[in-house]
């Protein structure tokens, strides 16, 4: 195992104890005035904490400050776990289905959230609590501890690093809370799916000074999908310790256990879908379960040195191993119905370390205020990547399956099909960002990041060894207009960067991707402020994507280019004071702009170019509804090229309806009832390839209970 370097974190952990110490010593320090005590009104929002209804006003992931979203120059879409609870969905890609112009792509046989794709770019980096927490095969991220879900358009780089123009996704989770509570969740649903979760949160000295607050889920699924099933367990503590007025502590940690049978869906032969039922299974349910275990270890200590500067410390640490059998396509014989497959056993190892020091403060320069931000951030990353891989030999008739086949003989050694690298990542950043207020009216928003980047990639099958090393500077510039207290008109420029691994025919390491953003739109408060609204209009490119290399096709360059244009749109609020809506539209024209092999026009995989999705919920106040909520959700996905070689194979577009009740029984118990695909709509989730396509469910039905204890 290579040791890990701490000198970044024992630096920073340094600085943060002498300014401790020496606050603590109070040498030279005047007697503090007793000012007037004054009252906080608890419900106001942070961007950290919970959002009442389906509209938040405040977000952290656009700036890592606490921002109001209407003076940020940018769209971001904010989707809160109300909107998760409603849905009864443990899972996040519900909720991305409200961001607007977010698609869903390979998700690695059901296992984890492996990619998805904004504003028509695909990328596999996402966020929680502003650490990167997608490096490895993570298990999908559990509804159980996420208090909202953020989707932040355009390049991030200049905040987050290496990243995709399209926009980058934020998680934040649930925090410990001042009031004590306990909550436990129930449900059930068809195909034998059992979970219950619970929420419990107490205070631990009188005073409220330290706070506990812990997440526990427990699933056991079964699916509409024949021989598919998983099981899965989640724990997640949180510690949080105000050490005096100035300074505080906070502790998270997640432990996640998955098993669950690796999956890659139908087959559509000839390109055709409506052949196969959407319920067969092409592996081999002899290979049992894929294992995803998962631990993630986050602190964050705050001081304040002054009314307006804060000093932040933060680390982030996560480890997991898969590892498994599965057996999966590879090809489609001549006949059309014999389906070649290959065994394959999976080893992955990896563990993440991130360290965070950033300086946040504000001050006044004649006529304009300045929310300022000064970060650094060093990152080691190191991945163990065993496959073992079997020569397509395996067949099976698509139309009258045989399963129990022999396991074939795995295909080791130099030339053979089966893999084994190491990969170790080393990254340091320095970030500087200016939030500007010119007045009343005109806010600027000025940031830019230098990132090193260190890549050893090491193939411990033929003893090939690639180096690389990168530094970009990604720059960002925005500016927000109030032409009246409800309309602001914003636009903005960034750009992106993204280390491509691996090496070319001549064994130089790839150039990175880069990407460059262009938005302007509007951003509409609504109904005395109870709906708000963003439209946008963006242009992204990305240049040195991947090709084939026209030389050897065997080998690849980094010279392809991609470009998206398009309108998006977010709304959430309230309609009236009974009728809570959120809802999302995106026309996104993604397409190949320059390729070795695919013509230039050809569309990206899974983008559709229409997207919408409304959802409302009408609550019963008074007479004999009292305490009764009834809403609906729908979802529309146009057609989708099915594959990277746009070769016209499409996932045809479709609708879902999902209709939604709960009842109050009292102050302490409701019931809920949930009707996902209310016509039994067949349709397609996502593609890799004609041979790997994921059918969406059924109609089903999901009862849940919700008890405060």
């Known amino acids: 195992m290579i040791q890990r370097n701490d000198t970044p974190v024992l ?17 030279g320090v005047e ?30 992931s656009a700036t890592k400050t606490d921002a109001a979203i209407e003076e940020i120059p940018q ?118 799916r059992y979970r219950g979760s619970l929420d419990l949160n107490t ?185 073992l891989r079997s020569r397509p030999t395996a067949t099976l008739d698509l139309y009258a399956p045989l399963y129990g086949q022999p396991r074939p003989p795995f295909s080791t050694g130099v030339g053979g099909r089966s893999t084994h690298t190491n990969e170790l990542v080393h990254s340091r950043s320095l970030n500087l960002q200016d939030r500007m207020r010119l007045g009343e009216r005109l806010f600027v928003l000025l940031g830019a990041r230098y990132d090193h980047y260190r890549q050893r990639l090491d193939n411990e099958v033929n003893g090939s060894r690639a180096r690389q090393t990168q530094e970009e500077l990604t720059p960002r510039l925005g500016l927000l207009y109030r032409l009246t207290p409800e309309v602001g008109l914003f636009a903005n420029a960034s750009r992106s960067f993204k280390p491509n691994g691996g090496a070319d025919a001549g064994g130089s390491p790839f150039e990175p ?12 408060d609504l109904l005395d402020g109870r709906l708000g609204m963003t439209v946008a209009a963006f242009h992204l490119t990305k240049e040195n994507v991947l090709t084939s290399d026209p030389n050897d096709t065997s080998y690849q360059i980094a010279t392809g280019e991609v470009r998206s244009r398009g309108v998006d749109l977010q709304l959430s609020g309230r309609l009236g004071e009974s009728l809570r809506i959120i809802g999302a539209y995106a026309y996104v024209d993604a397409e190949v702009t320059e390729d070795n092999t695919l013509e230039t026009g050809s569309r990206l995989r899974n983008v559709p170019r229409h997207s919408a999705s409304l959802m409302g919920v009408r609550e019963f106040h008074g007479g004999p509804l009292h305490g009764l909520e009834l809403g609906g959700a729908l979802n529309y996905v146009g057609e989708r090229s099915g594959d990277a070689e746009d070769s016209g194979f499409e996932l045809p577009s479709y609708t879902t309806v999902d209709l939604l009740a709960r009842y109050r029984v009292s102050d302490r118990l409701s019931l809920g009832l949930n009707l996902n695909n ?19 469910e059924p109609r089903n039905l999901n009862l849940s209970l919700a008890w405060s204890l």
Do not use: C
């Open 203 to 387: 205070p631990l000295d009188e005073r409220e000074d330290m706070l506990l607050r812990m997440n526990l889920a427990i699933e056991d699924n079964q699916s509409f999908r024949d021989y598919r099933a998983g099981e899965r367990q989640f724990f997640a503590p949180a510690f949080a310790w105000s050490i005096d007025p100035d300074t505080r502590l906070l502790v998270q940690a997640e432990v996640i256990r998955n098993r669950q049978v690796f999956d890659r869906g139908v087959v559509a032969p000839g390109g055709r879908l409506s052949r196969i039922s959407r319920s067969a299974f092409f592996g081999e349910p002899d290979d049992g379960r894929i294992r995803n275990n998962n631990e993630t270890l986050q602190a964050e200590l705050e001081h304040d040195l002054a009314p307006d500067w804060t000093l932040r410390l933060a680390g982030h640490y996560k480890q997991g191993r898969m590892n498994g059998y599965a057996t999966e396509p590879s090809s489609l014989a001549a006949d059309g119905r014999t389906l070649n497959r290959d065994l394959r056993y999976r080893d992955y190892d990896w563990l993440d370390g991130i360290a965070q020091l950033e300086l946040r403060g504000r001050l006044r320069t004649g006529g304009i205020e300045h929310d300022l931000l000064i970060g650094s951030e060093y990152e080691r990353y190191a991945k163990d990547e065993r496959l």
């Open 11 to 27: 630096l920073m952990t340094g600085m943060i104890l002498g300014l401790l110490s020496g606050t603590a010593s109070g040498q």
């Open 75 to 192: 769209s971001i879409s904010v989707i809160p776990a109300r909107v998760l609870e409603d849905l009864h969905s443990p899972r996040i890609e519900r909720a991305l289905d409200f961001a607007g112009g977010v698609a869903r792509q390979n998700d690695f046989g059901g296992l984890t959230l492996y990619e998805y794709s904004v504003r028509g770019l695909t990328t596999a980096e996402f966020y929680k609590d502003g650490f990167s927490v997608n490096r490895g095969y993570m298990n999908s991220p559990d509804a159980a501890n996420i208090e909202r879900v953020e989707v932040l358009k355009g390049p991030a780089s200049s905040l987050y690093g290496r990243g995709d123009p399209g926009g980058t996704v934020n998680l934040v989770s649930k925090r410990p809370q001042r009031e004590r509570f306990a909550r436990l969740d129930l449900g059930a649903g068809r195909w034998d």
């Open 678 to 696: 209310v016509f039994d709509r067949t349709y397609y989730e996502r593609s890799y390839s004609s041979l790997w396509v994921m059918p969406g």
């Open 31 to 60: 007697e503090p005035a007793v000012l007037e005590a004054i009252a906080i009104d608890a419900d106001q929002e942070s961007a950290s904490g919970p959002v009442r209804g389906y509209r938040a006003r405040r977000s952290a």
């Open 513 to 524: 991707e880069k990407g460059v953003g262009y938005e302007a739109g509007v951003k509409l």
